[in-house]
């Protein structure tokens, strides 16, 4: 069941939003994706019986957002896909739940995820490993696996995920869906449970670039609960325009290295020349320092995991044993409520922050990420947006790449930079290879979203990949 915005908005207002909700939760109930983790169905009906009574009116009013698990959500379970956190209810909403219920929207459930944000294919998940609609045998990306696989499988229109490392764009790529993650600080972050505070973004799923720029009108904007927010006007949907005439694109060949598939190559470069012949320009930029982009992102991003998920003790948060001593609770709590993936990025953010050993990592992880950013801001003077693949190859199989953590970490060369250096990127489809979907990745100024949507925009109105569905889903 797949909708644009527009056309639900139209069924709503024939029938009722009560219908529209329920065929979701219908499909949601027949799927076979595990998108998703925990559904709503009786909250969301009464939503949605609500909304059709009261003629609730906002730019969403009617229309079902699927919600990642790490988002907190009032009176919903909320667990980041850990076993540490089964069971947990929040007494609050996080800003981008009070937005979307303050447009009208309807939380129809929370979707799949790696446990705690930390993987890239959504297997390390406590509940289980998502699948790609266009491959039941395949991975949809992650750590918003469960939020891509769910729109792409038709099974809500919107969905919102958080990106780290690429936590939004991967699996757009992977899904064949627009994926968007903003410039840090323009999406409160209040209510995102952490993993690397520095890093991290909220971010919108959607079909289309122009359901993406809705969702992100509705969820952006300042939060002074959110030290890191933002106060900056919010009006997206007037970037979208069909006209790249002048844009001047900048292409990194650090992005087209080692390991990038020759279709994936061959699709992004279709699509800059499919620009081109609309009105840009396009140029070689050279980024040097991305070649040291992965280092610093995995020291930086697990110091951060190691210090934020320290509160998971099982006295303040987390699973509960029977009373002992604290160090052996707080052991037996955490051996058993953590799966191996978020085990292994905490004893590794440790090491990198102990004593002898933060000046060596972490400070210089930090130093590398001021050059990375430094990249950045010398290819802007010349150009208006970069443009690279999202991944360096379309999803792969369920279970090649979960034993090789070094594998699976080298799979975010391309997104990993743009977190670092804190700009904004978006993922939309530009191509398929053995059926699979292909992403672009185009990344602009920070705060200057509107270039990069517009850019998007018009590679979306002149192609027809968007609009492409799975077989069978």
């Known amino acids: 069941m797949w909708a644009s915005i527009n056309e639900l908005k139209e069924r709503i207002h024939a029938g009722s939003s009560e219908e529209i909700v329920a065929q979701y939760l219908d499909r949601i109930g027949k799927s076979k994706l595990n ?5 709503v169905g009786e909250s969301a009906l009464s939503r949605a019986k609500e909304i059709d009574k009261n003629d609730i009116e906002g730019p969403l009013a009617g229309i079902p957002v699927a919600i990642k698990d790490n988002i907190s959500t009032k009176g919903i379970q909320t667990t980041c896909a850990s076993n540490i956190l089964k069971g947990y209810i929040p007494p609050y909403d996080a800003h981008v739940i009070e937005r979307l219920k303050e447009a009208g929207a309807v939380i129809i459930g929370k979707t799949n995820m790696d446990e ?4 890239t294919s959504t297997e390390t998940s406590f509940y289980g490993a998502t699948k790609n609609p266009w491959d039941l045998d395949r991975v949809p990306g992650g750590s918003s696996g469960g ?21 939004v764009r991967c699996p757009a790529s992977f899904c064949g869906v627009v994926g968007l993650k903003p410039t840090y600080g323009v999406i ?35 939060d002074p609960r959110d030290s890191t927010s ?25 992005y087209f290295g080692e390991g990038t598939d020759e279709k994936v190559e061959k699709a992004v470069w279709d699509a800059i020349h499919t620009l081109e012949d609309l009105g840009a320009t396009w140029k070689k930029v050279a980024m040097p320092h991305t070649k040291y982009a992965l280092s610093a992102y995995y020291i930086i991003a697990m110091s951060e995991a190691s210090s934020n ?11 509960r044993t029977e009373d002992q001593d604290w160090h052996t609770t707080f052991s037996q ?27 060596k990592y972490y400070l210089k992880a930090l130093k590398v990420r001021t050059l990375i950013k430094q990249d950045f801001e010398r290819a802007f003077k010349d150009v ?28 975010d060369v391309d997104t990993v930079p743009i977190n670092l250096a804190g700009v904004p990127s978006i993922s939309i489809p530009c191509g398929f290879s053995d059926g699979l979907p292909i992403g672009m990745q185009i990344i602009g100024k920070h705060f200057d979203e509107a270039t990069v949507l517009r850019t998007a925009y018009t590679f979306e109105e002149n192609t027809d990949f968007h609009n492409k569905r799975p077989e069978g889903s």
Not at 194 to 201: C, G, I, R, T, V
Not at 206 to 221: H, Q
Not at 309 to 319: H, P, Q
Not at 340 to 356: F, H, M, N, P, Q
């Open 35 to 39: 998108a998703f983790i925990h559904t």
């Open 116 to 119: 705690f944000a930390m993987g």
């Open 147 to 167: 939020s891509a696989a769910a729109v792409a499988g038709g099974e809500a229109p919107l969905a919102l995920g958080s990106d780290t490392g690429g936590s």
């Open 188 to 222: 409160s972050r209040y209510g995102l449970i952490a993993y690397a505070n520095s890093l991290e973004q909220i971010g919108p799923f959607a079909t289309s670039v122009r359901d993406v720029v809705t969702l992100f009108d509705v969820i952006a904007g300042y």
């Open 230 to 254: 933002v106060d900056k006007e919010v009006n997206y949907s007037s970037a979208l325009m069909n006209d790249v005439r002048g844009l001047n694109i900048g292409v990194p060949d650090e």
């Open 309 to 319: 998920l320290a509160r998971f003790d099982g006295m303040r948060y987390g699973l």
């Open 333 to 359: 709590v955490r051996a058993a409520g953590f799966g191996d993936e978020v085990k292994r990025r905490i004893l590794l953010g440790t090491y990198a922050l102990s004593a002898g050993y933060h000046d």
């Open 384 to 411: 208006d947006v970069l443009i690279t693949p999202t991944m360096p190859y379309p999803a792969f199989r369920l279970g090649e790449k979960i034993d090789d953590p070094m594998s699976l970490y080298l799979a």
